[in-house]
Each structure stands twice: as C-alpha cells, then as structure tokens.
C-alpha cells in the first residue's frame, strides 16, 4: 500500500489549501484514515481522522476550519483546509489503516509542506 501526499505549498494567513493523499489500493476497506503534522520543533499530532463509516474527529485546534474526506470511487483521501493560520505551518501527513488476517497495519504519505505566512 503506497500513500501519495500533495497540495501543500505556502500560503497567507486566512487563505487555504487542500491536500489530497493518493492510495495505491482500494480505500473502500480502509478501517480509518487520517491526517497528521509535524512542525519544527514539534511532536507528531493528529489532525482529523475519518472511518470507514463517514465517522471523523478533528483537533481542538482546527475544528471549524479543516474538513477532512474520502473519495472511495478515486482512492483519494482530502484534507480542506481554511482560514489557515500561521501555526499551522507543518509537514502534513496522510495515514491508513488496514485490517490484516489478525490486527491491522497502518501505512503513512511522505509527506507534504504547508508554510503559512502572517
């Protein structure tokens, strides 16, 4: 299973960005997805995660301005991201989780930067 990152870039504060995470399989079975980020300096943290059933969550810290969703159709995972904040600035993540004969195996995007400048 490979994970394709793409859509950051540097943007203004208030501006936006959407990423998209490309899968290499069928999402459709996917127990979750999600999105993380790391900044400089900073842990690895959650962004927004989404189910196999539709179900999402999001950090305190974007809730209302990032929406995240799945295309089953196209295997495409999207992170929309507005009102965007200096803090936000990071290299931003995709991740799967697929069920395996006994537990399950999660597979990570290389990664995208988003810059956002004040």
């Known amino acids: 299973v490979q994970l394709q990152a793409s859509g950051g870039g540097l943007v203004q504060a208030g501006g936006s960005l959407r990423l998209s995470c490309a899968v290499s399989?069928?999402?459709?079975?996917?127990?979750?997805m999600g999105w993380y980020r790391q900044a400089p300096g900073n842990q690895h943290e959650l962004v927004a995660t989404?189910?196999?059933?539709?179900?999402?969550n999001y950090a305190d810290s974007v809730k209302g301005r990032v929406t995240i969703s799945r295309d089953n159709a196209k295997n495409i995972l999207y992170l929309q991201m507005n009102s965007l904040k200096p803090e936000d600035t990071a290299v931003y993540y995709c991740n799967s989780i697929y069920p395996t004969a006994w537990s399950t195996r999660q597979y990570w995007g290389q990664g995208t930067l988003v810059t956002v400048s004040s």
């Open positions: 989404i189910t196999r059933g539709g179900m999402t």
């Open positions: 399989v069928s999402i459709v079975n996917a127990n979750a």
